[in-house]
């Protein structure tokens, strides 16, 4: 089992998005988490959809989902160079104490404090996998109460024309 | 010219050839309706609208032309929801319109409302919510381009009322242009795979052709016909590509499956190469998967790159259309002038053969329903289109009539769908006016569409009915038999006096009760211009052999139970 990273060109149009999820729902295969916006062209979304699963059922999942009518065209970021990115908001149970430490670790990551009040305290961080990851092995032992994510999003990198 | 909504869906269905549509009126339809009423298309007043469905499915498949069924919103729609899964499962093209409250009522719970395109979202190729009316015609086009190229399939186009009253000037889109949908890219299979294939296939000791219900689609039985006459290699096929290859030829093995001769699975199994054409390794035909012909390469042709890899392993993939492939297939074997040596092949095939013959125990007083096939046969050639219901009758007709042409064996394959076989019928006689047209039906399928008896006789179609009646849900009985201890477990269906019914519908009936009637009486109606019912009353005991029984390898059938 790995993780799978599609980024799905779909028509911006009403229903898409339930034709996709129901037609994944309807299969059983389990996604991890799914991102979706306007793109240059108003008419067209694109979604990055991360799966957790084997090549074979990847495999399927991508052919089912190339049926589709709606869905233009689909890439497998997974075996290609790409950039990705995730925003997080996490809210920390803070004290007057550790109010300075949770600035610092926000700092230390290019993450930013969004909002503080007497009992917590919430952190807004973009940024890979690795870097989230960091952030809330940091800010656990402080008591996380809420965490919010968008999902990964993700486009190829620029390969200098290879 | 100025046109309401409603008049610009006639249009467009005239301008995509439609000579017929099988609809029921409603309030959501009225608009459409009311364009009907003095437009020049055919319209079939169906008693149900699951007959309608049906009737356009069973119209496509006799003639490989879109079918058009029509609804009003609500339970209207919901009711086609059976027909349009039928016909998704077999990869039917049929373009189902429906009524929808107003726009603006839309999600309000409003009177007869019902969430169509979501209900139908997952059973159809698929559908359009149509919220302008500037977008009907471009819509309409889009649906019929949708459900009749690459793998076919049903669409659904859900109209509101006020779309259908509403009044633009009409333009006719002349081109379809769908950006996330081009078929054309998969038409063509790759060369250096047809190459693999064509020399696995010249090279191969132990072949087996498995043709399935794509080769059908694509109008490829002149292609396959000419791939296994150039080869001699044996061909088995799914019950929806009967008559493919005329089943009176030597290298037809007829149908393979759950109900398939026991030297056909055989031969199945123990070949060295299954050339699957337009079939899709479904579960009826592979048994236990992970011993399904576990020696053999595979190569398989289809359409639908979704098909391939999905259940079997394939060792050549080939993405295309079954026609086009075949053509370069057959070309590709004759360039390489090596005559393949299948002999010792065949000498093993006809041993399975004499050893296991497709047979019944002749045995008792009672009628068996598979003579009544038998005679069917012996009387009518190949010469019949027949629709059938599901269930044992529906496997009878399988094994005991010989099938010798395309398209003359309807039947619901994927979906099973008990209440079929009537409605195709008459959807089939519409789209072939000149083919005698018989539903075979059982005591317990015949009785879910039965209305539609007054459907045919409302068009005086010559529809001949032929039921085995066995008084249980035979299939049930067979199986409760065979693996639930006996246990008949509300399988035992009282049928009504069904030659009688028939009379009330105005249609003629006649019950069988013994063997010596059945020529006599089939000989008689079959000649005969009325819609008949023939109620034959068969040995309740009878069972469907050989059966792979669920779960199993398919060389582990059950040929009888003595």
Known sequence: MSKHVLSVLVENKFGVLARISSLIAGRGFNIDSLAVGE?????????TIVFDGDEKTIEQVKKQLNRLIDIISIQDLTKEEHLESELILCKVSVTPKTQPELVEIAETLKGEVADVGTK???????GDQA???????????????EIVRTGRIALTRDNGGK | MKMKGAQILIECLKREGVDVIFGYPGGANLPIYDALYDAPLKHILVRHEQGAAHMADGYARATGRVGVCLATSGPGATNLVTGLATAFMDSIPVVAITGQVRSYLIGNDAFQEADVCGITRPITKHNFLVKDVNL????IREAFYIAGTGKPGPVLVDIPVDISQAEIEFVWPEKVEIRGYKPERFMEGHRGQIDKAAKLMVEAKKPVI?????AIMSQATEEVRELVDLIGAPITTTCMALGIYPEDKPCSLRMLGMHGAASTNYAVQYSDLLVNIGARFDDRVTGKVETFSPKSK???????????????????PIVGDVKRVLKELIKEIKALKKKPDYKEWWDQIHEWQKKHPLSYSKNGAKLKPQYVLEVLSDLTKGEILMTTDVGQHQ?????????TRPRTYITSGGLGTMGYGLPAAIGAQFGRPKERVICLSGDGSFVMNIQELATAVDHKLPIKTIILNNFYLGMVRQWQEM????????????????????????????TIRKAEEVRPTLEKILKDKECWVVDCLCDEEEKVFPIIPPGKAIDEMIMDMA
């Open chain 2, 298 to 316: 595979k190569i398989h042709i289809d359409i639908d790159p979704a098909s391939i890899g999905k259940s079997v392993q394939v060792d050549v």
């Open chain 2, 136 to 139: 009907l015609a471009q819509t």
């Open chain 2, 210 to 214: 498995y043709v399935g219900g794509g």
């Open chain 2, 483 to 510: 693996f639930y201890k006996k246990r008949f477990s509300y399988s035992a269906i009282r049928p009504p006096d069904f030659a009688k019914v028939a009379e009330g519908f105005g249609a003629r009936g006649v």
């Open chain 1, 131 to 145: 870097k989230v990851k960091t952030l809330l092995e940091l800010v656990k032992p402080y008591g996380i109460k």
């Open chain 2, 395 to 403: 496997m009878w007709a399988c094994q005991f009539y010989r099938w």
């Open chain 1, 120 to 126: 917590t305290l919430t952190i807004l961080l973009v």
């Open chain 1, 39 to 47: 793109t240059e062209d108003p008419t067209a979304s694109r979604m």
